[in-house]
Nanobody
Framework: QVQLVESGGGLVQAGDSLRLSCAAS?????MGWFRQAPGKERDFVAAIRWIGGTITYTDSVKGRYTISRDNAKNTMYLQMNSLKPEDTAVYFC??????????????????WGQGTQVTVSS
């Protein structure tokens, strides 16, 4: 069992920045960020492989978001810059314990954080 604890959400204005954190109780194979807006599915945002650091992003956040990790703390971060109202959602971190063919879908992950609200006003 892996516990994931998120922090860092909040209410900001368009163009502002936020940094989310997700601390894992055990080193994962891959960690990812997803977001879910009201009435919508949980969508992939970014993922990072713990060994090697391979990173992927969904197209809508490329150039604005940066995913990173601190190996010593088993903590993942999501730096979100130039935020837009359409970025408003509950953001979830997730971890996968082993190899998968992809890490772009919620079904690819084994454990989930509690979610943190990010609200971007126009």
């Amino acid at each position: 069992q892996v516990q994931l604890v998120e922090s860092g959400g909040g209410l900001v204005q368009a163009g502002d920045s936020l940094r989310l954190s997700c601390a894992a109780s055990r080193r994962p194979y891959v960690m990812g960020w997803f977001r879910q807006a009201p009435g919508k599915e949980r969508d992939f945002v970014a993922a990072i492989r713990w060994i090697g650091g391979t990173i992927t992003y969904t197209d809508s956040v490329k150039g604005r978001y940066t995913i990173s990790r601190d190996n010593a703390k088993n903590t993942m971060y999501l730096q979100m810059n130039s935020l837009k109202p359409e970025d408003t959602a509950v953001y979830f971190c997730a971890s996968a314990s082993g190899y998968r063919a992809t890490y772009d879908y919620a079904r690819d992950y084994d454990y989930w954080g509690q979610g943190t609200q990010v609200t971007v006003s126009s």
